[in-house]
């Protein structure tokens, strides 16, 4: 059997992240979800995978050595059937709760709904590493060679999942597939374990499950959860993308467009007030739009109205190819008049990235995003995009963009959001204008005609280039500039001290979900004002503190436990690192080189190939630093080292770096976690402290908790709040702490082996 168990390890290492990607992705769709809501079910997950891991390792370390096999195949009949079952609610819940699709939920029944999906399918994934650790042959390097093989599954099933069965298949083939393959490794454990259990009822009830599946169908699981997610709809089309969720419905002779949940385009009757204002008054203020750029959801209405003036070219930049086969797929009198309009250009490619690369110059840019609700979009709503985008402006060029507002009242949230991107944009261009409304349109240019040009203006030019409009008269175009409006909105922001948005530190999206506080009254993120008041440096210097106190006490109680706690401290704290710092170079590449999803799953791939590499180098060095814990300091020294120089990288030269610098960027914090971990192990199992099944328990679940926590409050509290440094800073402190309690207690490890 432990000829078979590489292979088994990498197939349960796969596994876990395919159904971690898949679950998220249909979660997403329900939850309209943005970084924050990708934090809490990341971090649910991680929760289940550490309970898994810890309940388990305890389990088995204290049993037979049947146990593990017995433990694994009940817990791969659970995590098959479980990932299958998850997907179904991912997609389902709001039916089974009366919540209508379209209505979005607060942070508190995404927290609760998301543990409820993914608990089962995470513990039981977790409840597996603690078996086969204990599988393995006995010595100290098991828990380094599972840890290892399931990290190169894990790499190998995260590209297999992006660039196979995503863009071909759909999430429940790939959950069958993935479940039918667990049903065969089950089999040839059934077949080479040397354990006294009915093989043969085993064996029955694993055919029987899996000809259940083959029975039901993939299929039959798809039609039927899409009736009960779109109840009332009629789906014309459901496709997903590398990018995302694309589905079509209609009704009459009206087709909606949503994307990952949410409309972005509805046909042949589009918003005309939108498109109307958005493709007529920003060129209006050019006196010759001749070049235009449109970056994100300009199709349906807004490039049809662009189309009106007398343009010599339009480039469309839209990331999904999807989508524009869709539109394509199901066409309408407007996307057939926008899309076989021989001045468009479709590009599909990132909107930031096209900007950065890009040789032409325009004589406007419009940014259709409707607000920074995520850090993918916050990307286009920065200081730096700003600075990018008027080095491709011919020198009287316009860059528009919009945000949610009010021409009479806004919350100090809605305020702070505006004002914040308001500011980015003052920063860089000579000459911002607002025009205040339900939807806040603002104009930035070097030519200072855009704060003079009044409604009688706009409407000659309108006469000027024929274009015949029932909204824009020039009285609806007087009250829409009104200046009292302007001034309006000048006086209000001068009553917030919000900084500028800035990519190193995405203030828009944190007062966005202070803006969701409003309208949900969500007491998961009452708090969040406090962090703003007190401020995260003393946060972290609390924390600091209080781990501090807290070792002085470990210390106090000499022996096994005060090491224990320091190697179990330094593996969460290791966990804390890796997960953070993963998460700001995912977000400095986007924002250097565009949110491109094959390129970021492949620089995951290099950090979990990083982890590998660590894990295989500490074997042939446990037997010689087996009772020094010396080594283990010294990977603590360069983990604070790393993380000293990265925080200096990350707002200096990190944003203009070539992609192999991010590759290594990638490669190293992963190597250095997987370094910690292998060698914790080594080190706890030495001074008998356990088995290898409860160790990994122990230290896995300490690993993911650490996780955990930097994905639930890293992409909305503290990069938003300190930024790249910032949370530098809280790293360095808490891997301080636990460098200072292992030295002082490493005089203690040999005489408690």
């Known amino acids: ?8 390890i990498l197939i349960v290492g796969a596994g876990g992240i395919v159904a971690q990607v898949l679950i998220l992705r249909e979660l997403l769709v329900s939850f309209y979800g943005n970084e924050l809501i990708v934090g809490i079910i990341l971090g649910n997950w991680i929760l289940g995978e550490a309970l898994g891991a810890f309940l388990i390792g305890k389990i088995v370390s204290s049993r037979s ?30 039916a089974f709760l009366g919540i209508p699709f379209a209505e979005a939920v607060g942070l508190t029944p995404v927290f609760l709904i998301s543990l409820a999906v993914n608990f089962p399918v995470a ?63 089950c089999l040839f454990f059934l077949r080479y374990a040397g354990i006294r259990i009915h093989k043969i009822t085993a064996a029955g009830a694993v055919l029987l499950f899996s000809f259940a599946l083959v029975l039901i169908g993939p299929g039959r699981l798809h039609d039927s959860s899409l009736r009960s997610q779109w109840k009332g709809m009629r789906v014309l089309d459901y496709r997903n993308s590398v990018y995302g969720n694309i589905v079509v419905t209609g009704q009459e002779l009206q087709y909606t467009f949503y994307y990952n949940g949410l409309p972005f385009i509805t046909v042949p009757y589009p918003d005309t007030v939108f498109s109307g204002e958005f493709g007529t008054i920003p060129l209006l203020f050019s006196d010759s739009p001749a070049d235009i750029l449109v970056i994100g ?41 926008e899309l076989q309009d021989a001045r468009v250009c479709i590009i599909n490619t990132d909107g930031r990235f096209f900007v950065r690369n890009t040789s032409r110059r325009y004589d406007v840019i419009l940014v259709l995003y409707p607000q920074p609700s995520d850090l993918a979009v916050n990307r286009v709503f920065t200081r730096e995009f700003f600075s990018e985008a008027k080095q491709k402006l011919t020198k009287n060029g316009v860059l528009a963009f919009c945000l949610p507002g009010s021409s009479t009242y806004m ?89 500028p948005n800035r990519d190193s530190r995405p203030r828009a999206v944190y007062h966005m979900m202070l803006f969701w506080n409003k309208q949900f009254s969500d007491p998961l993120i009452r708090a969040l004002p406090f962090f703003t008041n007190t401020g995260m440096q003393s946060a972290g210097i609390a924390v600091f503190l209080l781990f501090a106190a807290g070792g002085c006490w470990v210390l106090c ?51 979990m190939a990083g982890i590998a ?51 290594c960027l990638f490669f190293i914090p992963g190597f250095l976690t997987g370094l910690a971990f292998p060698l914790a192990g080594g080190l706890y199992r030495e001074r008998g402290a356990g088995g290898p099944g409860r160790t990994a328990g122990i230290l896995c679940g300490a690993d993911l908790l650490g996780g955990w926590f930097a994905g639930m409050i890293g992409g909305v ?34 005489k408690n082996i």
């Open 717 to 750: 509290i503290v990069l938003p709040l300190v930024g790249f440094a910032g949370a530098c800073l809280i790293i360095i402190l808490l891997k301080m702490s636990s460098f200072l309690f292992l030295i002082c207690l490493g005089k203690n490890f040999k």
């Open 1 to 8: 059997m432990n000829v078979f168990l590489p292979f088994t």
């Open 123 to 185: 513990f039981s994934h977790g409840g597996l590493f603690s078996c086969l650790c204990r599988m393995q042959a006995p010595g100290d390097r098991a828990i380094g060679k599972t840890y290892v093989w399931e990290t190169k599954g894990t790499m190998l099933g995260g590209l297999a999942v992006t660039w196979f069965f995503i863009p071909r298949f759909t999430s429940f083939q790939t959950a069958v597939f993935f479940a039918l393959l667990n049903m065969a490794v």
């Open 297 to 337: 959801g300009g199709a349906g209405g807004t490039v049809e109205q662009i189309l009106r003036h007398p343009v010599r070219r339009v480039e469309y930049v839209q990331l999904d190819p999807q989508v524009t086969g869709m539109l394509k797929k199901f066409p309408t009198s407007v996307t057939q008049r």
């Open 557 to 607: 109680r000499k022996g096994a436990r005060g090491i224990n706690f320091a190697l179990i401290y330094s593996i969460l704290t290791t966990g804390f690192f890796s997960m953070l710092v993963n998460l700001m170079l995912i977000f400095i590449f986007q924002s250097a080189h565009g949110y491109l999803y094959y390129k970021i799953g492949l620089l995951i791939s290099f950090f």
């Open 613 to 663: 590499a660590g894990g295989m180098l500490v074997p042939s060095m446990v037997k010689r630093f087996k009772t020094d814990p010396r080594f283990f300091i010294a990977v603590e020294i360069l983990i604070i080292v790393f993380t000293a120089f990265f925080a200096v990288a990350a707002d200096m030269w990190l944003q203009n770096s070539g992609q192999w610098v991010f590759t």
């Open 411 to 499: 919350g100090k949230e809605l305020r702070d959001v505006n004002v914040s991107v308001y500011r980015a944009a003052e920063n860089v261009f000579g000459f911002v204008r607002v025009i205040p409304g339900e939807v806040n349109m603002y104009l930035a240019s070097e030519n200072p005609d855009i704060r003079v040009q009044d409604a009688a203006c706009l409407a000659g030019r309108l006469r000027q280039r024929n274009i015949e409009t029932v909204l824009l008269t020039q009285d609806y175009l007087g009250a829409r500039l009104d200046r009292r409006k302007e001034e309006w909105f000048i006086r209000l922001s001068a009553g917030s001290s919000v900084l």
């Open 65 to 94: 050595s049947a146990a593990p096999v017995v433990l694994f195949l009940l817990l791969q009949l659970l995590f098959s059937s479980a990932f299958i079952l998850s997907l179904y609610a991912a997609r389902v819940f709001k």
